[in-house]
């Protein structure tokens, strides 16, 4: 779950992170009124959206007096924010925050993650800030340095130490660095966060490191017990289909092709797209029923990837451990006669009770192609989209 800049400021404050003052609002009338309310003569209007690159895509700008903050606002609010990282259809702008001004003496880059190679959490750090990371990975790796941290003993004053050199701050920006990453550290932790970014990261006219901008993801399968974060989801911002997929339990992923994936086990789904491409195909979807598959949730399996006007054939690859096959024939067969099903479904069994399953589905009198194996599967289902 991703949160708002805002929403990761207040985050930040909360933990003892210096950011600048800055008031989230919906509307321009409420964002001349932030802006007097902050003071001063200088102020970044930001668009609130899930994606970064929003200033080369026009979504931060700076206004120097209220009437500059009115228009901003009132440009941005109601619009489709398209960046780099949004897609091409963009995401809403229904919040923008409006900020104090920083004098920017320095930029530099920030962030924790789990590191899965390592199995920990690492920090990563360049002197290279406000860029693209990504593009200072590519262009100059030397920037970018990595500090990992043991879970048994915590981040430690010496790793605090290289992180601070690396950035070549001096002695009182050490000493505010260490801190700063000391309750980053502990917000990562306690907030169950797999991504905490912060960049750009900067020293401001004051010698001061502050927290100019914030990124938050939190755990999805750490929810449960974040529920004061749980509540700050802003569902505008997230994929319809992918949020219709979890409220029924379904792993679910959009991709660009037209072979409908319905397959339980993660592993396996991965398997089955890998397959697609092969044989010359493109997946639609990623999508995992999980190993209790019920006619239920076939039913709403279909019915989520039928929204997809691309799709062209489905292939169900189920694995019968958990639950039987026969028990799967039977949902997938009401699932195609209860959403009507109009285009190809090929159909590939194995497990328990399978000769049931397949016999089952060559009983129906319903146009679904079976399947021996996953190559026969996959070649079938790609021949069918064409």
Same mark, same amino acid.
């Given at each position: 779950?991703?949160?708002?800049?805002?929403?990761?400021?207040?985050?930040?404050?909360?933990?003892?992170?210096?950011?600048?003052?800055?008031?989230?609002? @919906?509307?321009?009338?409420?964002?001349?009124?932030?802006?007097?309310?902050?003071?001063?003569?200088?102020?970044?209007?930001?668009?609130?959206?899930?994606?970064?690159?929003?200033?080369?895509?026009?979504?931060?700008?700076?206004?120097?007096?209220?009437? @500059?903050?009115?228009?901003?606002?009132?440009?941005?609010?109601?619009?489709?924010?398209?960046?780099?990282?949004?897609?091409?259809?963009?995401?809403?702008?229904?919040?923008?925050?409006? @900020?104090? #001004?920083?004098?920017?003496?320095?930029?530099?880059?920030?962030?924790?993650?789990?590191?899965?190679?390592?199995?920990?959490?690492?920090?990563?750090?360049?002197?290279?800030?406000?860029?693209?990371?990504?593009?200072?990975?590519?262009?100059?790796?030397?920037?970018?340095?990595?500090?990992?941290?043991?879970?048994?003993?915590?981040?430690?004053?010496?790793?605090?130490?290289?992180?601070?050199?690396?950035?070549?701050?001096?002695?009182?920006?050490?000493?505010?660095?260490?801190?700063?990453?000391?309750?980053?550290?502990?917000?990562?932790?306690?907030?169950?966060?797999?991504?905490?970014?912060?960049?750009?990261?900067?020293?401001? #006219?004051?010698?001061?490191?502050?927290?100019?901008?914030?990124?938050?993801?939190?755990?999805?399968?750490?929810?449960?017990?974040?529920?004061?974060?749980?509540?700050?989801?802003?569902?505008?911002?997230?994929?319809?289909?992918?949020?219709?997929?979890?409220?029924?339990?379904?792993?679910?992923?959009?991709?660009? #092709?037209?072979?409908?994936?319905?397959?339980?086990?993660?592993?396996?789904?991965?398997?089955?797209?890998?397959?697609?491409?092969?044989?010359?195909?493109?997946?639609?979807?990623?999508?995992?029923?999980?190993?209790?598959?019920?006619?239920?949730?076939?039913?709403?399996?279909?019915?989520?990837?039928?929204?997809?006007?691309?799709?062209?054939?489905?292939?169900?690859?189920?694995?019968?451990?958990?639950?039987?096959?026969?028990?799967?024939? @039977?949902?997938?067969?009401?699932?195609?006669?209860?959403?009507?099903?109009?285009?190809?479904?090929?159909?590939?069994?194995?497990?328990?009770?399978?000769?049931?399953?397949?016999?089952?589905?060559?009983?129906?009198?319903?146009?679904?192609?079976?399947?021996?194996?996953?190559?026969?599967?996959?070649?079938?289902?790609?021949?069918?989209?064409?």
């Amino acid at each position: 779950m991703n949160l708002h800049e805002y929403q990761s400021k207040e985050l930040f404050a909360e933990y003892g992170i210096p950011v600048p003052k800055g008031i989230a609002v @919906e509307s321009a009338d409420a964002a001349v009124a932030a802006a007097e309310k902050l003071g001063g003569d200088l102020w970044v209007v930001k668009a609130q959206v899930h994606a970064g690159g929003r200033g080369k895509a026009g979504g931060v700008k700076l206004a120097r007096s209220a009437d @500059e903050v009115r228009q901003y606002a009132t440009d941005m609010l109601g619009t489709q924010l398209v960046t780099h990282q949004s897609g091409p259809e963009g995401l809403p702008v229904n919040v923008v925050y409006i @900020e104090e #001004g920083s004098e920017i003496e320095r930029e530099l880059y920030l962030s924790m993650l789990v590191d899965r190679e390592a199995s920990q959490v690492a920090f990563i750090a360049s002197a290279a800030g406000g860029m693209d990371i990504e593009q200072v990975a590519v262009e100059s790796p030397e920037q970018i340095f990595t500090v990992v941290i043991s879970p048994d003993a915590g981040l430690q004053p010496y790793q605090a130490r290289q992180l601070a050199f690396g950035l070549e701050l001096n002695k009182t920006q050490s000493r505010q660095f260490a801190g700063l990453i000391q309750n980053l550290y502990r917000l990562f932790e306690e907030c169950d966060a797999s991504l905490v970014e912060v960049n750009p990261l900067i020293i401001n #006219g004051a010698g001061d490191v502050i927290a100019l901008d914030g990124k938050i993801n939190i755990e999805d399968n750490a929810l449960y017990r974040q529920k004061r974060l749980t509540e700050m989801r802003d569902p505008t911002q997230e994929d319809e289909k992918e949020r219709e997929a979890a409220e029924h339990d379904l792993s679910y992923v959009s991709l660009d #092709g037209n072979i409908a994936c319905m397959v339980n086990g993660a592993g396996l789904a991965m398997a089955t797209m890998d397959l697609i491409k092969l044989h010359g195909g493109e997946p639609a979807n990623f999508l995992d029923v999980g190993g209790g598959a019920t006619s239920e949730r076939v039913a709403n399996a279909f019915k989520l990837i039928l929204s997809n006007k691309n799709v062209a054939a489905i292939l169900v690859n189920i694995f019968g451990g958990i639950v039987r096959c026969d028990l799967i024939a @039977e949902g997938i067969i009401s699932a195609v006669k209860e959403v009507g099903v109009s285009v190809p479904v090929v159909v590939r069994l194995e497990g328990t009770n399978v000769d049931k399953g397949r016999a089952l589905l060559a009983d129906s009198g319903l146009d679904i192609i079976s399947a021996e194996n996953l190559t026969d599967a996959a070649k079938k289902a790609v021949a069918a989209a064409k």
